[in-house]
């Protein structure tokens, strides 16, 4: 009998160029973190909650966040400079953020991959209230999705010089992604 392929588990394809700069984009609660660490080392992530821990303790201390993407954009840089993929596991969501992740990519020379979590708002609200720990500010997380919403107005995104840009857009693309690496031609 043949096998019946089933749509809903069928894998959803992301094929990365090694090495490259994965840059994560989504609100809190979209599920980049599980997202990084499903798929990536934890040598490959830098995450700004991890940087601000280690700066003030409390990974969800906000004023820590400034020394937190110094580190953040200077580990990046050292990471790429030793010719090893990065993934930037952070909201991503303002066209700043993306802009200095890009800037600091940049003389390296290696491909800039976006991944966009663009989750139904519910979901993402849910997800959030619902997280064991730490719990982002709803109004935050709401803020954040209007920041998401403006990224991915028609040619935005595409407009910014990423050379790959990924959309996962249900629970069900999260659960199914692939990631497969490809060594970038010398
Ligand atoms: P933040 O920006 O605040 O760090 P985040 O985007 O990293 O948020 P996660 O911490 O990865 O979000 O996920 C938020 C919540 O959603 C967690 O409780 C996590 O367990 C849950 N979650 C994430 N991805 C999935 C998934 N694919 N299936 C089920 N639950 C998930
Ligand atoms: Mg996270």
């Known amino acids: 009998m043949p096998l019946r392929r089933d749509a809903v588990s069928d894998p959803l394809l992301i094929e990365l160029p090694q090495p490259c700069l994965v840059v994560l984009i989504g609100a809190a609660g979209a599920g980049k973190s ?3 660490a499903r798929h990536f080392a934890p040598s490959e992530i830098l995450s700004s909650d991890a940087f601000r821990a280690m700066v003030s303790g409390d990974e969800s201390d906000q004023r820590a966040t400034r020394s937190a993407f110094a580190i953040l954009h200077r580990q990046l840089a050292k ?108």
């Open 34 to 36: 599980t997202l990084a």
């Open 79 to 186: 990471r790429l400079a030793a010719g090893r993929t990065a993934v930037v596991d952070a909201t991503n969501v303002t066209p700043y953020a993306r802009r200095t992740l890009l800037r600091v990519a940049a003389p390296f020379g290696v491909p800039g991959v976006a991944i966009v979590l663009d989750l139904d708002p519910e979901l993402v609200l849910a997800r959030n209230a619902g997280r064991v720990g730490r719990v982002v500010p709803e109004a935050a997380v709401r803020h954040q999705l209007d920041h998401l919403r403006r990224a991915l107005a028609p040619g935005r995104l595409e407009g910014e010089g990423f050379d790959a840009i990924h959309m996962l857009t249900t629970a069900g693309d999260l659960d199914r992604l692939v990631i497969s690496r490809r060594p970038l031609p010398q």
